[in-house]
């Protein structure tokens, strides 16, 4: 499951804890909630939950926001004319 691993970690530090305590809490070990946080993996399901839990707030609040499209792809433009737009279409 995707997860905003910097996200994780500013609520992580702002409750206080430590990164080898709070893992030990959530269950996890702490070089896997430091790859969460550096955002290198995402973690299962079951240890998002734990990890929200352990943080208080849901695991809505520590995926990224989708801003309405749930499809998963990526709409950046790519090919020839990229560099079209704000600076001008090509010659």
Not at 46 to 68: K, Q, S, W, Y
Request: glycine fraction near 12%; hydrophobic fraction near 25%.
């Amino acid at each position: 499951m995707k997860a905003d691993g910097p996200r994780i970690r500013q609520r992580r530090e702002t409750s206080g804890q430590g990164l080898r305590k709070f893992a030990r809490t959530a269950g996890i070990s702490a070089s896997h909630l430091s790859r969460i946080e550096r955002g290198e993996t995402d973690p299962q399901p079951e240890a998002l939950a734990r990890i929200a839990t352990h943080l208080g707030c849901d695991i809505a609040d520590l995926v990224p926001e989708t801003n309405g499209d749930d499809s998963g792809n990526d709409h950046r433009r790519t090919g020839p004319d990229d560099d079209e737009g704000s600076r001008g279409a090509h010659p």
